[in-house]
């Protein structure tokens, strides 16, 4: 069969609704041009046929960008002593919150490195005060911590838990992620399930030492875990990391890896990842368009944000909450589609609302 047929066979899989294969994933991860227009044309009607046409923004406050984390990747790893660190205090995180809820967010992100000043405690009236003041929903996104602070946090009022598994292959992951196995990490996202979280995941595209076998097992790993949001996006090499001299990860891979993951998981929550915008400026308005449905402006207080350089060239970084939030909008709205104004729960949730069984 000409590679074509095999590709055509596999698309029509997945258009007809059918599971598919690990050798299914590993064509169409493979498309040519001309191929992966057509993938993306699946991508954009399936999003539209089971989340619609609305896209959720979601409010990020990046509220600490110290890390006792030592990833090879990040830029916020323990070793860069070339950054310089913040932490904003809890009324900082508050006033920010509530610019973002003011502008319209419905969700807010609170997401820092792996900092431990903060403990469970503080977060946790952090949280319930947020949720007593403002009508938002909240994502946590700490790294890792212990179960019973995930408790904590839960009992408190956070709705959601990004915790991304970076690559589902083991060897990657320790070599990446030095000190901590992915294991342990598939067992905090069982926990953070298990507390009733809305759980998010996700992967890197490109990282260095990643196959295209590999990058077909994170689409298959997201699958298993059943997560009801995935962030993916590609590596962005960082200064003053070790990674800093490999190339950055491809953006129509990108592309190809979220329309998969909209095929696998169709209800899911695809956010238009502000590193695939820092890729390409075209990157976000091309990922609404093959399979994304939600965009992070960001809310971080203008005069921390060049801070929180995960990677370089970050997008955004001069801009007022105001304007990032401006711009989000703008692209929704040149993408065709428009703003939610609800909470842009996970799917078990919004299933349990219509049919009222009690989960709020
Ligand atoms: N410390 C927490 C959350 C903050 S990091 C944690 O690690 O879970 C948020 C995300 O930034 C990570 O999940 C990772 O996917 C992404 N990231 C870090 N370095 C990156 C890089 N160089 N290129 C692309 N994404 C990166
Ligand atoms: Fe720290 Fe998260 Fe960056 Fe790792 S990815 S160094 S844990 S901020």
Redo the contacts with the bound molecule.
């Keep these: 069969m000409s590679v074509r047929k095999v590709f055509a066979d596999a698309l029509e899989r997945a258009a007809n609704g059918r599971e598919l294969s690990r050798e299914d994933l590993q064509v169409l991860l493979g498309a040519d041009e001309q191929e992966s227009t057509s993938l993306f044309e699946l991508a954009d009607e399936v999003r539209s046929r089971f989340v619609g046409e609305e896209v959720h923004l979601r409010g990020l406050i990046e509220f600490s960008n110290y890390?006792t984390?030592?990833?090879l990747y990040?830029g916020?790893?323990k070793n860069n002593r070339s950054l310089v660190r913040y932490r904003m205090s809890p009324e900082e995180i508050m006033e920010s919150a509530r610019r973002a809820a003011d502008l319209g967010c419905r969700t807010i992100v609170l997401q820092s490195?792996?900092d431990r000043y903060y403990t469970a405690e503080d977060l946790a009236e952090l949280i319930s005060r947020m949720k007593g003041e403002l009508d938002v929903a909240i994502t946590i996104s700490i790294?890792d911590r212990t179960r019973t602070e995930y408790e904590l946090l839960k009992e408190a009022g956070a709705d959601r838990y990004l915790l991304k598994f970076e690559t589902s292959d083991p060897r990657l992951f320790s070599a990446l992620?030095p000190g901590t196995t992915l294991e342990e990490r598939l067992k905090r996202i069982a926990w953070l399930k298990e507390l009733g979280y809305q759980v998010g995941s996700g992967n890197i595209v490109g990282l260095p030492g990643q196959s295209l076998e590999i990058l077909v097992g994170d689409i298959l790993l997201l699958r298993r875990l059943g997560v009801e949001m995935a962030g993916i996006g590609p590596f962005i090499p960082a200064d003053g990391t070790p990674l800093e001299r490999f190339p950055p990860g491809d953006l129509e891979q990108v592309l190809m890896t979220l329309a998969l993951v909209r095929l696998v998981l169709p209800r899911a929550h695809l956010p238009a990842t502000t590193a695939t915008a820092t890729l390409d400026s075209q990157g976000r308005l091309r990922a609404l368009k093959c399979g994304a449905n939600v965009i992070m402006p960001n809310m971080t207080p203008q005069s921390y944000r060049e801070n929180y350089r995960?990677y370089p060239g970050k997008l955004g970084i001069g801009e007022m909450p105001e304007e990032s939030y401006a711009k989000a909008v703008k692209m929704v709205e040149s993408a065709g589609r428009r703003v939610s104004r609800d909470y842009g729960h996970g799917y078990r949730v919004r299933e349990a609302l219509k049919t009222g069984s009690g989960i709020s």
Excluded: D, F, K, T
């Design positions: 890390c984390g030592n990833c990040c916020l790893r490195g792996e790294g992620r995960i």
